[in-house]
C-alpha cells in the first residue's frame, strides 16, 4: 500500500475512534426486565431508622429521598456502585396471596443502603440477604405499601425503572484543601454513577475513585478554583457541568447541576 493511502486509512481510523469516544448516547434510561427476590422490612414505622446507610446519602429526608429507599443484598448492592440506582418493586400474590395486599400495587424506591449477609442463619431462614439472594431490605413505610406487617418477608417482582428526580444533581465537597471528597446525590436516569471527574479552573479533568458509596474523592489542591464536574451513568450516559462551583466555595456546601433526561 502506498505511504500516503497507508496515512489516510490511519487518520480515519483515528478520527472515527475519536468521534465514537465523544459522541452523546442518545435517548434516555429504560430501564430493565422483571424480576424475582423477596422483601423485607427496617428502619421503624417512621423510618428512621433508615438514616445514613451505606452508600453515603446522610439524612434520606433532606437529601429527598424520604421513606422510598431499600437495603440492597450483595447481590444487588454491588459493592456499592448500585447506590442510586430505582426499583419498582411488587409483591407477588401468585407465590403468597395470604400477605400481599389486595391489588398488587408497586412502590417506586431508591438504592440507599446495603443489607449485610448473616451467615450464622441459612438462606431461606433469616439468611435473608446472603448471597446469592436478591433481596431487599425496604423502609418499613414502603412495605407496608404491598404487604402485611405480620409477613415478614414476602416474595416481590422488581424491575429497574428510569429515577425521577427534583432539580439537579447535587455534590456535596467535603475534606481539606489536599483531600476533595465529593457525595453525589440526587441522580436522574439511571441513577446509579460509575465515574466521576472534576476539573478546575487551572486543570484539566481529573478522574476521581470511589471513596464508598457515592463518595468520589481526589487529592488534586482545587481550593480557590470554580470547579466542574463529569458524571457517568451504569448506562454509560454522561452529564457535564462547568463551574457549577464558584471559585470562592467552601467545604461542606452542595452545588446542583444538571441533572439527566428522564
Known sequence: MPPAMNFLLCFATVLCFLTSAQARIPGVYAGG????????????????GTMGGACGYGNLYSQGYGVNTAALSTALFNNGLSCGACFEIKCDAAQDSKWCNPGSPSILVTATNFCPPNFALPNDNGGWCNPPRTHFDLAMPMFLKIAQYRAGIVPVNFRRIPCRKQGGIRFTI???????????????????????????TNTQWISMSRNWGQNW?????LVGQALSFRVTASDRRT??????????????????????RV
Open 217 to 221: 474523592q481526589s487529592n488534586a489542591v
Open 239 to 260: 452529564s457535564t457541568s462547568i463551574n457549577v462551583a464558584p471559585p470562592h466555595w467552601q467545604f461542606g456546601q452542595t452545588f446542583t447541576a444538571k441533572n439527566f
Open 174 to 200: 467535603n475534606g481539606f484543601r489536599y483531600f476533595n471528597l465529593v457525595l453525589v446525590t440526587n441522580v436522574a436516569g439511571a441513577g446509579d454513577i460509575v465515574r466521576v471527574s472534576i476539573k478546575g
Open 33 to 48: 426486565p422483571w424480576e424475582t427476590a423477596h422483601a423485607t422490612f427496617y428502619g421503624g414505622s417512621d423510618a428512621s
